[in-house]
């Protein structure tokens, strides 16, 4: 820390008022404008480095000062700390309504502190949601592209590694040769000498080994190699921010190291939320988002499941429209799984008819169980449709038969099932048959 007294790190501001000047004292003064300052004057409980750290988080942490930004501290809002008002000028809090509390972007600053209209109040999950894929679209060539550079410069570090192993090979065989040719210029008779330059000989050919095992080791690159294709890149980034190991906290990092600030407001005309992103590099983009109305909400079944529910409500029953959704990984508006129960809920609300043979009730009966329950086959109940003797319904044509449980009790039923070998028929009054009834 450094050894100043306050009164030297300290300034008095003078202040105007209806009464007159006026000073106010405590001011601290920029660490640069000190007329004295040692570094490391006494030993202190921390060292410089980690004071600076500190002042640096400190001052990421402030919050409500000029200039300064929220720290990403986990929470349900991305963008806490980031928005501020278009009218005002002063930040957005983030409050949380609802049963399953959901984050509010708020501007109630000028109501709380000056009785005024509050200048606006949205909610947080679309403003999120469409912050966060414009940050990955944004992201993703930029990506690419680092991926592309990484990729050449790993290339680069092999093929400068491979040839630092080839040049320190070609000086190990140079030693290696020059120590064979000392050895072999030594005059025997000097064993002394003889024993060393034999042992350096014997070092440098170690070396040449070592050298060439190294140099193998590092395989050389294909001629005509394609390189990998990073195409899939976004959406590896898109799949990594939804992971649900990725935290809100990580995620509120990641946002606040591309964008300096977010200025909100509303258009009314066009009920749309007018975004203006300010990005680190300088760059600004508009997003205009549509503002729920009242009494819209984000839990609505998806189409695709409406669409599926039409088409299948026609052949199966509720249990395997609930299944079949389950299997595609497609939720209910609630983000649940589905149920027989939602699946018809959601039938009777949007108006789909599904064959009442399904709710196993005993009171509509398809054409399988309407041959159990009489003791017939299948065929048989058909000729009796087809024949007109025994009623049923279809929702559409071609679509399987709903008979009802009480019609097969009729006395037409019982009096065709009892004429055995004859067709399904009733017989008219003008008709004569062919065959006597004796």
Not at 100 to 115: A, E, H, I, M, T
Not at 216 to 222: F, I, S, V
Not at 302 to 318: K, L, Q, T, V, Y
Request: net charge positive.
């Amino acid at each position: 820390m450094p050894a100043l007294t306050h009164t030297e790190r300290a300034k008095s501001v003078p202040r105007l008022s209806t009464a007159g000047a006026r000073k106010s004292y405590g001011h601290l003064k920029p660490m640069d404008t000190w007329e004295v300052f040692i570094k490391d004057h006494h030993v202190g409980y921390l060292d410089w480095a980690a004071y600076e750290r500190n002042q640096v988080a400190l001052a990421g942490n402030a919050y409500g000062r000029v200039g300064d930004t929220k720290s990403g501290r986990g929470g349900r809002a991305l963008l806490a700390g980031l928005i501020c008002c278009a009218r005002c000028g002063r930040r957005l809090s983030v409050t949380y309504t609802g049963r399953y509390p959901r984050p509010v972007y708020r501007c109630d600053k000028s109501n709380l502190q000056l009785g005024l209209r509050y200048c606006m109040s949205f909610g947080g999950k679309r403003i999120d949601a469409t912050i966060a894929a414009e940050m990955l679209r944004a992201v993703a060539p930029m990506a690419i592209e680092a991926a592309v550079e990484a990729e050449r410069m790993l290339r680069d570090e092999d093929r400068d590694r491979r040839r630092i192993a080839e040049l320190e090979l070609n000086q190990a065989q140079y030693d290696a040769s020059l120590a064979e040719r000392r050895y072999a210029a030594c005059d025997p008779d000097n064993r002394l000498i003889a024993a060393q330059l034999e042992k350096a000989w014997e070092t440098a050919l170690r070396r040449v080994e070592a050298c060439r095992k190294r140099l193998d080791g590092q395989q050389p690159p294909e001629v005509g190699e394609a390189p990998p294709d990073f195409s899939g890149l976004a959406d590896d980034l898109s799949a990594t921010w939804k992971a649900p190991r990725t935290t809100m906290r990580t995620r509120q990092r990641l946002v606040r190291s591309l964008i300096n600030e977010i200025v909100a407001d509303f258009d009314a005309a066009a009920g749309e939320i007018v975004l203006v992103v300010h990005w680190r590099g300088g760059q600004h983009s508009e997003l205009r988002i549509r503002k729920p109305k009242t009494g819209e909400h984000g839990c609505h079944t998806a189409g695709e499941a409406i669409a599926i529910m039409r088409s299948m409500a026609g052949r199966w029953s509720d249990q395997d429209i609930a299944a079949s959704l389950n299997r595609m990984g497609i939720p209910t508006g609630q983000n649940k799984t589905w149920t027989a129960r939602r699946v018809g809920d959601i039938r009777r609300v949007r108006d789909i008819h599904g064959y009442r043979s399904a709710e196993k009730d005993g009171e509509w009966l398809t054409m399988r169980d309407a041959a159990a329950k009489l003791g017939v086959s299948h065929h048989q109940i058909r000729k009796l449709i087809k024949a007109g003797i025994l009623k049923s319904e279809q929702i559409i044509p071609d679509a399987p038969h709903q008979i009802r449980s009480a019609d097969l009790e009729a006395e037409p039923v019982a009096a065709a099932l009892k004429r055995k070998g004859r067709p399904c028929r009733t017989d008219s009054e003008n008709q004569i048959s062919m065959f006597s009834d004796t």
